[in-house]
């Protein structure tokens, strides 16, 4: 039966995860933008109240939730500061294909230690977004090659993720800092591989198929709550500010744009909620997961920018945090391939009818 | 018909590409990266100034100063040309230029004669580089300029005004700042008159030089007014000028004139992206994917009917014709189609784009103003509306 909501264990954390990111992140926003990093004190607090664990397996310690509890989650880090939800998590998306496509010694020995370690940060780069002599699925035990831009100032693990295999990577990673476009709170720098040592290589391209899906719910449910803030702070503001003699929210062209952008944030959300489900059922969702990352840079086409135009000349200033949504909704839509990419993806499981397209798009009950 | 420009103004065209790649790129750069306006001092416009730029158009009081040169370059199309080339190399540095800048237009069309000897002769062979701005915008008021809150009270044989502004370009370099005030707040419009306010002036203090997103090679400064004293002779085209009706239209003028300078601006930014994103997908084998080629092709066509948009908005001016819908639209949707060139070539560049020292990424920032300024999107929209549909006021 179709249920919209998320049940009680998940509003239970969602709310966890609300009061956390409104009381702690919120607040210092422009802090943790300059600092580079997160306040020491928030991430303890973050530490304590286990949200790194998510969707650790429960043997291992975590809470063995999905990317529904995922997706839920980041919405709400994201809502406030996404760049600080990045620094916060040691494993980020980088667990996918260690829980997707590792062995059972792969949690213990790459995973947990970052747990324990203070602000360590694990990485996760699809192999598009990657310069590598060589492919990642080729033999060689050493890899060379180098990353535009990873949203962090240290590497304690590499995973490279490409369509067949993962390969994992510890030593011989170096960094270069860079200003970065936006979530400059986890960091923003260079990766250069050099003759890097291959940890670890897995093989499998189902695994490979679920692993990058799972990071593009982690990666559109951060931007979707980015969207969601900036629709609702410049929704607010435009309730206030008044121009004509009335609230700017009251004039229609003002209303329908602020409107369009709900439709956008709700319409985004819907995708990644179906496709997190798919995912979490194991029902396939591949391709779903595409489609919802595609659509929530698409949202942040029209919500990124917009967040800026109703705050008038205000938006452009740093006083206030619309251009940062801006600038961080476009960066967050930049990576894992990026918008080609998902959309390449979700198109071929369109055309080639890899998931049954037509039902798992369109319609219920029996494919025609 | 014709869509070709003139030899005369080829060259001319020419020596602003010039000038904006070999100086006006480079400085902008700079300026992005450091997060602060080009310093007063900066040798920068000390070359500009030898060179015989940052002038005032005014002729001067034996009429001397005319401008020489080919008639076609002394078009608005002319003008809008060259807004566009140099916003391509880049749009910040082009309004941090020195010269009596935005109410110049006001002075000329409104000015006594001693006001222009007094404020623009400065100008007229520059000791230095000097900067002249317009202050309309309030913290609590932009697009309702009607509504401005700057007070402007008789006293003896002056003005007393208080009130605040904000994003003023140029505000606290400038020698002095042509103020939009208010008579009486409650009477709208009539009840405006802008003052010359000189730099130093007691009163006129608070200066915040705000921190953008992005055309840091500017200043946008906020300022406040606390019982500032200016003369008489202060007021803009003297107080016999205000028994018509004039005020707020002197204004409205000036943006109206600068709307396609805007659109120009804008289409000269999203060009550079595209250019950017075209050498990018190239030097990466994605000119070949249909799906790079369409979004690109889009981009260009886009570009190119605005840049028309604006040119016949500018060729409309010159031939003394109305242009109120034509200003507007091509504002509207150059603003538009130069945010989105910029929003494509992000997308091109993948994670090149989030390291944020990629030209397109500074575009990407410095685009969306073009949206704000002298009329935000909407606005443009309201004004056309006015006329397409008799949207009341
Ligand atoms: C980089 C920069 C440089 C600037 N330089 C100068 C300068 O040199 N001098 C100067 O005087 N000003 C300057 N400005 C200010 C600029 O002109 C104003 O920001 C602009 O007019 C918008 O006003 P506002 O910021 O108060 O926005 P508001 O008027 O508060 O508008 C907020 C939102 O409401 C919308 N809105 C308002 N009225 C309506 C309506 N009737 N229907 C639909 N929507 C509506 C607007 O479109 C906007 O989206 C500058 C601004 C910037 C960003």
Known sequence: ?368 | MEFEIDDAMRERLAVVRERGRTEARPKGLEADRLGRPIPVDDPYFKTLIERGEGRTRWPGPDGKNRETGAKSTRTTVMALLSAEEFAYWDRGVGVAQPGPGLPEGNVLSMGTDEQKERFLSRFLEPDRPRWACFGMTEPSCGSDAAAIQTTARKDGDGWVLNGAKCFIGGASRADWILVQATLDPSKGREAHRAFFVDQGTPGLGGFKIEKKMGLKAYESTSFSLQDCRVPDENLLGGEARYQQTAGFKTAMRTFNAGRPVIAANAVGIGRAALDEALAFAGDHDMLGRERVRDRLERSARKLKLARLMCLKAGWLADAQKPNILEASMSKALAAQVGQEATSLGMELLGTVGARGDHLIEKLYRDVKAMDIVEGTGQIQRVIMARHLVQLPR
């Open chain 1, 1 to 368: 039966m179709f249920d919209f909501d998320a049940g009680d264990d998940l509003d239970l954390i969602v709310e966890t995860a609300r009061s956390f990111a409104g009381e702690e992140l919120s607040p210092r926003l422009r802090d943790h933008e300059s600092a580079r990093s997160v306040d020491a004190g928030v991430r303890a607090k973050f530490s304590e109240i286990g949200l790194a664990g998510l969707e650790l397996p429960e043997a291992a310690g975590g809470a063995g939730l999905g990317s529904l509890a995922r997706a839920l989650v980041n919405e709400e880090l994201g809502a406030a500061d996404a760049g600080a939800a990045l620094a916060l998590d040691p494993l980020g998306a980088a667990l996918y294909p260690l829980l997707e496509l590792g062995d059972e010694g792969t949690l213990r020995e790459l995973a947990l230690p970052l747990l324990e370690a203070d602000a360590a940060r694990a990485l996760l780069v699809c192999e598009d977004d990657a310069a590598l002599v060589g492919s990642i699925d080729s033999a060689g035990d050493r890899i060379t090659g180098s990353v535009p831009w990873v949203p962090s100032d240290r590497c304690d693990l590499l995973v490279l993720l490409g369509r067949e295999s993962a390969v994992v990577v510890r030593e011989g990673v170096r960094l270069e800092p860079l200003h970065g476009s936006g979530l400059r709170a986890a960091g923003a720098s260079e990766l250069r591989l050099d003759e890097a040592p291959v940890l670890a290589r897995w093989r499998g391209r189902p695994g490979a198929a679920r692993a990058m899906a799972r990071a593009r719910i982690h990666q559109a449910s951060l931007l979707l709550g980015v969207l969601r803030q900036a629709a609702d702070f410049s929704r607010q503001y435009a309730l206030e500010r008044q121009a004509f003699g009335k609230p700017i929210a009251h004039h229609q062209a003002l209303a329908f744009l602020i409107t369009d952008m709900r439709i956008a944030v709700d319409g985004a959300r819907l995708l990644l909620h179906e496709a997190a489900w798919r995912l979490d059922t194991a029902e396939g969702g591949e391709a779903a997961a595409a489609a919802a990352y595609a659509e929530a840079i698409d949202a942040s086409l029209l919500v990124g920018p917009n967040g800026v135009q109703i705050l008038g000349g205000h938006g452009f200033m740093q006083d206030y945090p619309v251009e940062k949504w801006m600038r961080e909704s476009r960066a967050l839509g930049l990576a894992l391939g990026g918008l080609d990419a998902a959309r390449e993806d979700a198109g071929r499981a369109l055309c080639d009818g890899a998931e049954k397209s037509s039902f798992a798009t369109f319609s219920f009950g029996e494919a025609v």
